[in-house]
């Protein structure tokens, strides 16, 4: 039978996502929010002491999935799950990190990487020769196509296209809906078709919290 799945860091709708893709592999849920707020209804909800177990993330953010690996490490969670939800479509050559997460409707092409605790959402296309770093995060219906990279912690908004060859840079965003057509610094925001700069994240973090904590 099936291992139960912890989701740690569920203050957020997007838990329910998670939810029901444990659902669908026939794994009970059971969610832990480490920082307040989460949905009272969420399954198995447990404030005080995380369970041992098989766990990932229940957030979309890539900034908050790299705080929230530290913080599940921190609270004595070891054993990182790789999630993949059954109408996703993986390729045989590509490598799935441990603690991630793709959503319904997924598709990743070959030979692509996806590191640990990335999260793809729902119905977002990952092309040949990708490189997604630690924690990185695609939104709904983001396309990435042909040998990009995603730094750790970055997110590309819902309906986002990057094309051929781009690398986006550690914790930077891609806004809903824009085509990214060049390289985009590390925290920067960029928006529009084609991508531009709208501003830059002030981001006191060192690079060594863009490392994944269970590896």
Same mark, same amino acid.
């Not at 490189?131 to 709904?140: R, Y």
């Given at each position: 039978? &099936?291992? &139960?799945l912890i989701?740690?860091g !569920?203050a957020?709708p997007?838990?329910w996502d998670?939810?029901?893709t ?5 794994r009970e849920p059971?969610?832990? +929010?480490?920082h307040?707020g %989460?949905d009272?209804?969420? &399954?198995?909800l447990?404030?005080?002491? &995380? ?11 890539g900034?908050?999935r790299?705080?929230?690996?530290r913080?599940?490490?921190?609270a004595?969670?070891?054993?990182p +799950?790789? !999630? ?6 993986v390729a045989s050559t590509?490598?799935v990190?441990?603690g991630t997460?793709?959503?319904a ?5 070959s030979h692509t990487?996806?590191g640990c605790?990335v999260?793809?959402n729902?119905?977002a296309?990952v092309?040949h ?6 924690a990185?995060?695609l939104?709904?219906a983001a396309?990435?196509t042909?040998?990009v990279? #995603?730094?750790a912690?970055?997110?590309?908004g819902a309906? %986002?296209t990057?094309l051929?060859?781009i ?5 930077a #965003?891609?806004g809903a809906?824009?085509?990214v057509t060049k390289?985009v610094?590390a ?15 002030d981001?006191p ?8 904590p269970?590896c």
């Amino acid at each position: 039978m &099936p291992a &139960p799945l912890i989701l740690f860091g !569920v203050a957020t709708p997007y838990a329910w996502d998670v939810v029901e893709t444990a659902l669908r592999l026939g794994r009970e849920p059971r969610c832990v +929010d480490n920082h307040g707020g %989460a949905d009272p209804r969420l &399954p198995g909800l447990d404030d005080d002491s &995380p369970p041992a177990g098989p766990f990932v993330l229940g957030l979309s953010s890539g900034v908050h999935r790299l705080a929230g690996a530290r913080a599940a490490a921190a609270a004595g969670l070891v054993e990182p +799950d790789t !999630v993949v939800d059954p109408t996703a479509v993986v390729a045989s050559t590509a490598t799935v990190g441990h603690g991630t997460y793709v959503n319904a409707a997924v598709v990743v092409a070959s030979h692509t990487r996806l590191g640990c605790h990335v999260n793809l959402n729902r119905s977002a296309s990952v092309g040949h020769d990708n490189v997604l770093d630690h924690a990185a995060s695609l939104g709904p219906a983001a396309v990435t196509t042909g040998e990009v990279r #995603i730094g750790a912690g970055a997110f590309v908004g819902a309906g %986002a296209t990057v094309l051929p060859g781009i690398e986006v840079g550690p914790r930077a #965003i891609v806004g809903a809906g824009a085509v990214v057509t060049k390289d985009v610094p590390a925290l920067a925001v960029v928006a529009g078709n084609p991508a531009r700069v709208v501003r830059t994240l002030d981001d006191p973090t060192s690079a060594e919290e863009d490392a994944c904590p269970h590896c």
